[in-house]
């Protein structure tokens, strides 16, 4: 008998293709109209006689039961109204560092308005010395925890301390040698410096590259100009280009911000397609409402639509053997991350902290300067991390009362820490306009899956329900 207790159940309706997605077992079901109303009359609360009753004038009995001993079965091996996950609190427990985000300096070449390190005036444009650098990858390197460690180099523009670059390469190359770990390395930057000399390096080195381009000439200048307010549009691409072919289009993505300057981002997405790139990221600019680009709660419609056109791009490009990665629409429910890897998220403040250019340490590379987010500086003698404001950061993410109950919160990662301290004012905060954002990408991520998973079975006849 079906229990009627579980009810964690997301129903949406998307391109005619009606979806069912358990939240505790991360199932997806595509159903026909039998199937919808079955599951929807269970989720409110009636019982099976009832429901039988109420269906019987639209729909065959003999069907209505078939259906009906589906559901159960599906909820007797925990692919359906499956019971919330048993965690074990110790695998919940923070991590040991393995990842940081070094601001090798704060000078930029650019004045990008959006750019949430210029804002706060406290940034001086300073450069990270030898000591700080080499005191991060031993801290890094020597702290227990996982074989694999990784180091972002962010700033500011770290294409402006090249040499700190190569030589913190080369150093925890070195360190991780010795110590039996592999280290790897990403390098996000604007391009403006990405010469041959520098391109060769990455290369030889094989350190993936983000890089920012925000779309069409006129949207990328508008809000990524030099201080002469001259637009850098021409030179990114050029030089994004140039990088791109020497590295045979692989290993790197390009990341941009989209703002309510330009609320037809799809178009910003075919541009970058044109241009030869396939591995792509826009994100939704935050920043408060009295700036005129930030997004508002009114824009929703506008962007779902939008993001309705980047999905049937990617599912046509798809079906047409010309795939393109899209980082928000990369879902793969059998395969994906464990659980407990999806329930730490970014991991800001226990897996993932940021250096500041002085050696200061923060939660995440979104914190730095932010006082109240200090967790020690490298260069103190004794050295000591504040772990406690990580795990605060870290425990806030689990406890936030709208996440505990909503259908995508195995799946966006609890949110971002940064935003809801941030921009909704505190860490056990839901920062509405970025989780409305991220559960219409999520709906679109999971159609993507059906709508592959229908093509590549031929469009034959699905049974009622029909897992995927």
């Keep these: 008998m079906l229990n009627n207790k579980n009810k964690d159940i997301h129903l949406f309706n998307y391109k005619n293709m009606k979806l069912v997605y358990d939240v505790n077992s991360g199932s997806l079901h595509r159903v026909d109209d039998l199937g919808w109303e079955l599951i929807s009359l269970i989720l409110d609360g009636l019982e099976k006689q009832e429901i039988i009753y109420r269906l019987q004038s639209s ?43 070094l601001f090798v300096t704060h000078a930029c070449n650019l004045s990008c308005k959006y750019c949430f390190a210029r804002k706060e005036g406290n940034y001086r444009p300073v450069h990270m010395s030898s000591q700080v650098a080499q005191k991060a990858v031993d801290f890094l390197l020597e702290g227990d925890g ?9 700033g500011g523009e770290p ?3 090249f ?6 390469v080369n150093y925890a190359k070195k360190r991780a040698s010795l110590l039996g770990r592999e280290v ?44 002469n307010s001259r637009g850098s549009y021409t030179d990114t691409v050029c030089n994004a280009e140039n990088f791109v072919l020497k590295r045979k289009f692989d290993n790197y993505y390009i990341r941009g911000t989209y703002t309510r300057e330009n609320l037809d981002f799809c178009e910003d997405v075919k541009h970058l397609l044109n241009l030869g790139f396939e ?55 059998e395969k994906g991350p464990c659980l407990y890897k999806r329930l730490s998220g970014c991991g800001a403040g226990t897996e993932y902290l940021a250096v500041s250019p002085g050696g200061d340490l923060y939660p995440c590379h979104h914190f730095i300067e932010e006082k109240a987010f200090f967790m020690g500086n490298l260069l103190e003698k004794p ?63 999971l159609y993507l899956q059906a709508a592959a998973a229908v093509a590549n079975a031929g469009n034959e006849e699905l049974d009622r329900p029909h897992f995927l």
């Design 59 to 101: 729909f065959p009995p003999e069907e209505i039961i078939s259906v009906f001993l589906q559901v159960e079965e599906m909820q007797k091996n925990n692919l359906l109204f499956s019971p919330e996950p048993a965690l074990r609190e110790e695998a919940l427990s923070p991590h040991r560092v393995k990842s940081l985000c």
């Design 279 to 333: 591995s792509l990221s826009l994100e939704p600019v935050i920043a408060p409402e009295e700036e005129g680009y930030a997004l508002r709660e009114e824009d929703l419609p506008r962007l779902e639509k939008e993001y309705d056109r980047v999905a049937e791009l990617y599912l046509e490009r798809k079906l047409s053997g010309r795939p393109f990665t899209f980082y928000h629409f990369e879902m793969d429910l």
């Design 163 to 168: 040499p700190l670059v190569k030589e913190t």
């Design 383 to 445: 050295f000591s991390l504040r772990r406690e404001v990580g795990e605060n950061v870290f425990r806030a993410a689990r406890e936030r009362e709208k996440c505990l109950s909503c259908w995508a919160r195995y799946l966006c990662g609890m949110g971002c820490s940064a935003s809801s301290a941030l921009m909704a004012g505190g860490l056990e905060k839901n920062y509405g306009l970025g989780c409305s954002l991220q559960k219409i990408r999520l709906e679109r991520a």
């Design 159 to 161: 294409l402006l301390h």
């Design 146 to 154: 996982p074989r694999f460690r990784e180091i972002d180099f962010f």
């Design 184 to 227: 790897t390395f990403t390098v996000t930057t604007n391009a403006l410096l990405l010469d041959d000399e520098v391109a060769d390096f990455l290369e030889q080195e094989n350190i993936n590259v983000i890089i920012s381009i925000d779309g069409r000439p006129q949207v990328h200048d508008l809000m990524r100009s030099r201080e």
